[in-house]
């Protein structure tokens, strides 16, 4: 089906980010065992807080960092060291009682996943075939986020039968194996920027074309993975207080939250490689058109669904199963303006867009919980992918992409 020297790189990908995955569902249950506490006058909730995101606000300056090394080293042994890197941070997880020491870890490992996404990314365009590239990048999302789903579940019973020490050293230890699996990529060149093909591949409309795509993808990180996501479980149990009963089902805020955020995870591990094949068929602008439509009519949705469970389950069906489509589209569409010249720059860059807008949206996101309401939200939400996918029509309208 896939190429293996795709699966080389794909498989150690989705394996490296177990340790992570499973540090948002231990770190707020227990922060104690990562030295995590009250510090130089700080909350703990403060410390949770950075902790899990800081690996996020890093990768806003690493990609560009991450494509600089590839066109610099090739591909394979800057790849290589970052599935050693990340392994090995995520056994420090397990043998460090330290918060500064944790946080440095989480800061490293925001700059391997730099360079390990932007990897999986380019090896889809350098293995695939023209009209496979959204499909390529479906399957590498998708085992992203099996490996995330693997991590959460196979992390639960090493706990129980071990502890959480020993998981993430474990975890660790199997990234560090996953190597065996990456030294056999065929190394392959990172096409250089020379000034005549770099003008060549981005001229001005090619420019603006790119810039209209990453303020697409923001605006979908923005909502689907920030503000909408990092606030749903509170809006659920504010729904709850109108209406706690699904479909003869009553319902708690954890079991729904739980639910509505599983939702996400869903949608990324069962319907990335589904967008990706309907995307190389059918045309890219057109998925990404109709998923953005569908997104703006989930949020619009949610502005209603303060008193209906049904309303808002479907609002958020919506929104995160359709935003997938968009994504993996972008990511696809980004990759062919930009030309074998420019690819790793131009999807670096893409890629800071998204890191950006799922960093600051959970805190755009409570700051106007602080002093408005869910409504102000879905409302910003729904305007932002509007204007955004106003200004993606304006810089494709003159351009076809199969």
């Known amino acids: 089906m896939f190429p293996k020297q795709f699966l080389y790189t794909v498989i150690p990908f989705a394996c490296v980010v177990l340790g992570d995955s499973l540090i948002y569902l231990i770190l707020p249950l227990s922060p104690e065992e990562f030295g995590i506490k009250d510090y130089w006058g700080l ?38 060291i970052s ?31 730099s360079f390990q996404r932007l990897g999986v990314q380019l090896s889809a365009f350098e293995f695939g075939s023209d009209h496979q590239k959204a499909r390529y990048l479906g399957f590498a999302n998708a085992s992203l986020r099996g490996g995330s789903l693997l991590s959460v579940v196979l992390g639960s019973l090493l706990i129980q039968i071990t502890n959480i020490e020993i998981t993430f050293i474990i975890f660790g230890l199997f990234g560090l194996f996953m190597m065996l699996i990456a030294i056999l990529i065929p190394d392959f060149s990172i096409s250089s920027i020379s000034k005549t093909n770099h003008e060549k591949d981005l001229n001005k409309n090619n420019r603006f074309n790119l810039i209209s795509t990453g303020l697409l993808r923001f605006s979908s990180a923005f909502t689907a993975n920030g503000i909408l996501l990092a606030t749903a479980s509170v809006f659920v149990s504010k729904v709850l207080e109108n209406d706690n009963t699904l479909i003869g089902f009553q319902l708690t805020a954890i079991t729904l939250g739980s639910f509505v955020l599983g939702l996400r995870w869903f949608a990324d591990l069962f319907l990335s490689f589904i967008y990706g094949e309907i995307s190389d068929k059918i045309g890219r602008n057109f998925v990404v058109n109709l998923c953005v439509i569908f997104m703006i009519i989930g949020c619009i949705l949610l502005i209603y669904s303060t008193s209906s469970l049904e309303l808002m389950i479907l609002s958020f069906l919506l929104l995160f199963f359709f935003s997938v489509g968009t994504d993996v589209s972008l990511e696809s569409i980004t990759g062919h303006l930009s030309g074998d010249s420019s690819r790793s720059i131009e999807l670096s860059k893409f890629n800071t867009w998204a890191d950006f807008g799922s960093a600051i949206g959970p805190f755009i996101g409570f700051v106007i919980l602080g002093v408005s309401g869910f409504q102000v939200i879905f409302i910003i939400s729904a305007t932002i992918i509007f204007f955004t996918w106003i200004i993606f029509l304006i810089g494709l309208k003159n351009i076809t992409i199969q």
Do not use: D, M, Q
């Open 83 to 113: 599935i050693f890197i990340g392994s090995l941070t995520t056994i420090s997880y397990g043998i460090n009682e330290n918060i500064i020491i944790f946080l440095i870890a989480r800061l490293f490992w925001g700059v391997c996943f």
């Open 43 to 80: 909350k703990l909730a403060f410390w949770i807080g950075i902790a899990l995101s800081i690996n996020r606000f890093v990768r806003i300056f690493t990609n560009f960092l991450a494509s600089k090394y590839y066109l610099k080293f090739g591909f394979k042994f800057p790849f290589i």
